[in-house]
């Protein structure tokens, strides 16, 4: 696995040393970058895509939290501070982990743990989308990457599963397809539908804490309400 890009964003000289020194300790990192404020660091995600940020909230100008809304696209995040009062925001904004200041050593290396796990995850979720399945389906035979499947639904004794502008029938039941695919990058929202979670496009809650998820091919599903409670758990909405 590739060197971990880190960056560091924080308005005390002293305060990016000690993370920068800390990080020595891990040599599957890089430091590719410092800021001292939101414009810099706005400048170097840019321009490094890290995959990491260690992030200080209070700043002159923008805060951390001001940064991280700015952004379309937003690395992994370790908050940094001196002050607890922000920790429940920093969670809602689903950081990493939330390391007060002086940080001791303990605390970093159990964030850092937490975001090798977290890439650990990823990559093996990446290699396994890469997975390619034989569908035999009538004379038609597709081979099918998951990745591409973006919804399967269940009918009788058969699973309909969609990818691109197709569509195949597989002879097994949705309950076996679902034993296969725990832990990857699909969701079961209800009895007869399980759908890979890349292709969401927004979500919206609905009345007693029920969920409506809406596809980036069109489709618009309803979530049970048990699996509405289990998506929230799982993906922190």
Known sequence: MKKMKVLIVDDERAAREEVRRTLLNYPYCEVVGEAKNADEARAEIKMKSPDLIFL??????????????????VPEVIFTTAFDQYALQAFEVNALDYLMKPIRDERFAKAMERMSEKRTKRAEQRL???RTIFIKDGERCHFVKLKDIYLIESMDNYARLYFGTQKAFLKTSLNQLNEKLEGLTFF???????????YIKEIYPMPKGKLRISLQTGDVLDVSDRQSVRFKLLNGV
């Open 56 to 73: 200080d909230i209070q700043m002159p100008g923008e805060s951390g939290f001001e940064l991280l809304a700015s952004l379309e696209e």
């Open 128 to 130: 396994t989308s890469e």
């Open 188 to 198: 079961r929202i209800n009895r007869n539908q399980i759908i890979n979670l890349n």
